[in-house]
T-cell receptor, first 110, second 114 residues
Framework: AQRVTQPEKLLSVFKGAPVELKCNYS??????LFWYVQYSRQRLQLLLR??SRESIKGFTADLNKGETSFHLKKPFAQEEDSAMYYC????????????FGGGTRVLVKP | KAGVTQTPRYLIKTRGQQVTLSCSPI?????VSWYQQTPGQGLQFLFE???????NKGNFPGRFSGRQFSNSRSEMNVSTLELGDSALYLC?????????????FGPGTRLLVL
């Protein structure tokens, strides 16, 4: 069975402060991990994926297979980062089944 | 390119009725996935269709079904509605459902069961 856990439902930080969203997963094989973001009144959209190892909007995430984690980090939060963030896992089976975590709401205060 | 569209956007039904939701993927996309989003259970995978065939299925009762047409448009049907089926239903499309592809989500259909 595959499972994704986001322990924090709400993260509140001040503008310019670092932010880290935690994501832990459970999967017996080699998963693919993603972070999705949903801004207010917008659609759910892909933020980044571990395969790409890229930085999007200043966010980075490193897959740690030993700790089964895929935490999302940004050194200096901006007000426009306020949104709902979902960590998701895709298993090795063919197709597009994503298992999502419960989500973390990030509020960046001015 | 137009994004993923879902119709209707809002729906109110009563217990025992059935409902059909529609999803039109991005042009050229052949994989369509459906998710249910509720405050209690979060985002849960329902099923995925690729080239008119169901390729993956989540852990939902048989009351939840779907299909995909030759133009890749997809419908999902929920029969004998229960109060707990009230949710936001999202669909997502991608080219072929491969790992390197991005899934694009629609705005969702909000279903309220009374």
């Amino acid at each position: 069975a595959q499972r994704v856990t986001q322990p924090e439902k709400l993260l509140s930080v001040f503008k310019g402060a670092p932010v880290e969203l935690k994501c832990n997963y459970s999967y017996s094989g080699s998963p693919e991990l993603f972070w999705y973001v949903q801004y207010s009144r917008q659609r759910l959209q892909l933020l980044l994926r571990h395969i790409s190892r890229e930085s999007i909007k200043g966010f980075t995430a490193d897959l740690n297979k030993g700790e089964t984690s895929f935490h999302l980090k940004k050194p200096f939060a901006q007000e426009e980062d306020s949104a709902m963030y979902y960590c998701a896992l895709r298993g090795q089976a063919a197709g597009n089944k994503l298992t999502f975590g419960g989500g973390t709401r990030v509020l960046v205060k001015p | 390119k137009a994004g993923v569209t879902q119709t209707p956007r809002y729906l109110i039904k009563t217990r025992g009725q059935q409902v059909t939701l529609s999803c039109s993927p991005i042009s050229g996309h052949r994989s369509v996935s459906w998710y249910q989003q509720t405050p209690g259970q979060g985002l849960q995978f329902l099923f995925e269709y690729f080239s008119e065939t169901q390729r993956n299925k989540g852990n939902f009762p048989g009351r939840f079904s779907g299909r995909q047409f030759s133009n890749s448009r997809s419908e999902m049907n929920v029969s004998t509605l229960e109060l707990g089926d009230s949710a936001l239903y999202l669909c997502a499309s991608s080219l072929a459902g491969l790992a390197v592809e991005t899934q694009y989500f629609g705005p969702g259909t909000r279903l309220l069961v009374l």
